[in-house]
């Protein structure tokens, strides 16, 4: 694909269940960064993989969340154990060195809501 | 604390109008400052960024070092400048910190 692609585009789930949302960054990207975007709230970083590893994992907000990435490639953050302060849109970024030297790419995010 | 700060959530002009839009941060050294966009049902995206020294879509923003901002201007909105504006900056690590965003409405 062209850009960074995420996965469900809405997602709406009921209190207390576990959900992935998806991120497949641009072919080449080393870099990928999870963000949250609430209103008020701004851009919350979540957590910034370097290849598969994940030197900043310090934004994630509690226990419930984790991600991963693999190869390289695709990173999927999970929400245990949803609660309604969760809702928001997650948004997925990548580029293919630090943000600093290149610009970073974002997806459409993933708009969560938690009834 | 560290943090970026966008002092107005919304600022409203006429086209034609003057528009700045004001960030502040309170990280110490020489960070790198960007500003992003996203306008309506668009993705987020890179606006312009202060080691380029570039204008943008007639947007441009100066790195005062004393006062610690890193203000975006632009001389004359137009109607399609209307969006959501974020200053974001990098220091001394690859994560980039964003504020908390300002719209910009631009009224015909």
């Known amino acids: 694909g062209a850009g960074v692609s995420q996965s469900p585009s809405n997602k709406v789930t009921e209190k207390g269940k576990d959900v992935e949302l998806r991120c497949d960054p641009i072919?080449?990207?080393?870099?990928l960064y999870w963000y949250r975007q609430s209103l008020g709230q701004g851009l919350e970083f979540l957590i910034y993989?370097?290849?598969?590893?994940?030197?900043?994992k310090s934004g994630l907000p509690s226990d419930r969340f984790s991600a991963e990435r693999t190869g390289g490639s695709v990173s999927t953050l999970t929400i245990q154990r949803t609660q309604q302060e969760d809702s928001a849109v997650y948004l997925c970024?990548?580029?293919?060195?630090?943000?600093?030297?290149?610009?970073?790419?974002f997806g459409q995010g993933t708009r969560l809501t938690v009834v | 604390a560290q943090r970026v700060t966008q002092p107005e959530k919304l600022l409203s002009v006429f086209k034609g109008a003057p528009v700045e839009l004001k960030c502040n941060y309170s990280?110490?050294?020489?960070?790198?400052l960007f500003w992003y966009v996203q306008y309506s049902r668009q993705r987020l995206q890179l606006l312009l960024r202060?080691?380029s020294r570039e204008s943008i879509k007639g947007f441009t923003a100066d790195l005062n070092k004393g006062e610690t901002s890193f203000h975006l201007k632009k001389p004359f909105a137009q109607e399609e400048d209307s969006a959501m504006y974020y200053c974001?900056?990098?220091?001394?690590?690859?994560?980039?910190?964003f504020g908390t965003g300002t719209r910009l409405q631009v009224f015909p």
């Open positions: 970024a990548s580029s293919y060195g630090p943000p600093s030297k290149v610009e970073a790419f």
């Open positions: 072919s080449g990207h080393t870099a």
């Open positions: 993989f370097q290849g598969n590893s994940a030197p900043d």
């Open positions: 990280y110490s050294g020489s960070p790198e």
């Open positions: 202060h080691i």
């Open positions: 974001a900056l990098i220091w001394n690590t690859d994560k980039l910190i």
